[in-house]
């Protein structure tokens, strides 16, 4: 028999990594990550009014929407089999001050729009933020005194405004502000106030990053805010104090870990998965989603294609799940391929 050794065969040691490549059914009989429709949660905005679609022009695609759309939303999202949706609200600007009192109101935008919404569709997860630069007047996410945001005030107050979401059906509690002693503050205040079911999805890592423009536009805080937020978010560079930060919020209780930007902090995001072990979430933010929105209508990329692989690089990270306004869309594309 002729022998058909090749060199590359000699080369290779008789290994070839091309044979499980060789053709669609080995490829997916040896794909390492999958994403699914439970990996997605669906940030939205919601404003005052009724009948409000209202597109934002730094995220096309992306819309403000009053309760009642809102609610319309949800439904759509839970047919959908998405999990849970994470609200963002955008209320009026007569109802901001310096300390972002409205975040303390029960009847607020964002708790009535979690009871909208539970009432309607009471199988879908709602996710409330308790950061409060949505309430300031100065865009911050805390409580400004002479030039500072306060830590322990501000934690007080966001442990208050805590429980009212969790009063009004919120599942899981994701403060995003990053101040000292937020997620044991918050535990407390809910177990005391007995929601011991409700859970937290700590921003446990939430970047001072130049990619939440467009969000600000979103909820109507770009123009208020003055100078930055460098004092209390982590610095981009700095990879180490961003676990020691995660570790913190595990000691304090937090059921989830989160990764805010995404896709620049890919290495943090599996640094948490294999620290701590708790189930880990990318924030695939506005900047994030307007760049590949721009690109392709431009005509650059796929939109496509760099939609859903940028969001299995996060599966791929060890991520379990991925806040990304693409949700509905990568949902239906998956629901098409079933």
């Given at each position: ?165 969790a009063d009004a059906g919120a599942d899981i509690i994701a ?164």
């Amino acid at each position: 028999m002729t022998d058909k050794t090749n060199a590359v065969d000699l080369i290779t040691g008789h290994r070839r990594m091309r044979r499980n490549r060789k053709a669609d059914w080995t490829r997916r009989m040896v794909q390492e990550n999958r994403l699914t429709v439970d990996d997605l949660i669906w940030p939205i905005f919601v404003v005052p009014g009724t009948g409000i679609i209202e597109p934002i022009d730094a995220m096309p695609g992306v819309n403000r929407m009053s309760i009642d759309k809102a609610v319309e939303a949800a439904k759509e999202a839970a047919d959908l089999g998405i999990p849970a949706l994470a609200t963002f609200p955008n209320i009026d600007m007569s109802l901001r001050d310096e300390t972002g009192s409205n975040s303390l109101v029960a009847n607020n935008l964002i708790n009535e729009t979690t009871r909208a919404i539970k009432k309607a569709v009471p199988n879908i997860g709602v996710i409330t933020d308790v950061a409060l630069d949505p309430f300031t007047s100065h865009g911050h996410d805390g409580i400004l005194r002479d030039g500072e945001i306060v830590n322990d005030e501000t934690v007080a107050q966001i442990a208050g405004a805590a429980v009212l979401q969790a009063d009004a059906g919120a599942d899981i509690i994701a403060p995003s502000d990053m101040m000292d002693g937020r997620i044991g503050a918050i535990r407390q205040a809910l177990d005391a106030n007995g929601h011991q079911n409700v859970g937290i999805m700590s921003y446990a890592t939430k970047f001072a990053s130049a990619f939440y423009g467009p969000y600000r536009e979103a909820i109507g805080t770009g123009g208020l805010l003055k100078s930055d937020k460098k004092t209390y978010y982590i610095d981009p560079s700095n990879g180490t104090e961003a676990i020691r930060d995660a570790a913190l919020d595990v000691e304090e209780g937090a059921d989830m870990l989160m990764v805010k930007p995404g896709l620049p902090y890919l290495d943090v995001c599996w640094r948490m998965k294999e620290a701590f072990g708790l189930p880990v979430f990318a924030y695939q933010v506005s900047g994030e989603y307007a760049q590949i929105k721009a690109a392709a209508a431009n005509g650059w990329i796929d939109g496509e294609r760099v939609m859903l692989e940028t969001l299995l690089a996060f599966k791929r990270a060890g991520c379990d799940g991925i806040l990304s306004y693409f949700a509905v869309d990568v949902a239906r594309i998956l629901a098409r391929r079933s």
